[in-house]
């Protein structure tokens, strides 16, 4: 078994039992679109892509940062923990505290997290969310996208195939009437 392989059946177990925001929607279809979403723009990075896996084991699960180090290597373990928030901390900080990761995360993690935020705002077409919610959670992604906007613009020319990940995004932001993003 490859550690890709071993990453997505790890993932999958892992989220057995947790299903979408819409309460029918397995949680691991997330993670496969976020891993789909790399491989279309040409990552092949088996660490990148395993982490894509992995990015919500941490916040969602009772995985460790130890488990996903002695499984999977440092490399894994640092962009999986740059993409979770620590549930221990109080809700105003913990944001605080991921805003900061964002800021400081490598670049392989902002890829994921732009691939990430790409999933969830196409998921929302599906959502039984109240237009409320929906707008709130528009705004917050973008909020994240922002944060990461900068460095993908600075490396855009390193992965030619983003453009197609950000006109997704901006399709869903021109939806819900909200400035679409220039990358």
Known sequence: MTKLEKAELFAKEKHSKMTRKDGTTPYFVHLESVVSRLKSMGIVNEDVLCAAFLHDTMEDTNTSFDDIFEQFGRDVAIL????????????????????????????????????????????????????????????????????????????????????????????????????????
Not at 132 to 158: D, F, G, P, S
């Open 80 to 183: 999986v923990s740059s993409l979770s928030k620590d549930a221990k901390l109080p809700k105003k900080e913990r944001e605080s505290q991921y805003v900061t990761q964002l800021k400081n995360a490598p670049f392989e993690a902002k890829l994921i997290k732009l691939c990430d935020i790409a999933a969830n705002l196409s998921d929302l077409k599906n959502s039984d969310l109240s237009k409320t919610k929906r707008l709130k959670t528009v705004k917050t992604k973008l909020h994240y996208l922002n944060i990461i906007k900068n460095e993908i613009m600075e490396n855009k020319a390193n992965v030619p195939r983003i453009q197609s990940i950000i006109d997704g995004i901006n399709d869903v932001l021109i939806h819900y009437k909200q400035k679409p993003v220039s990358i």
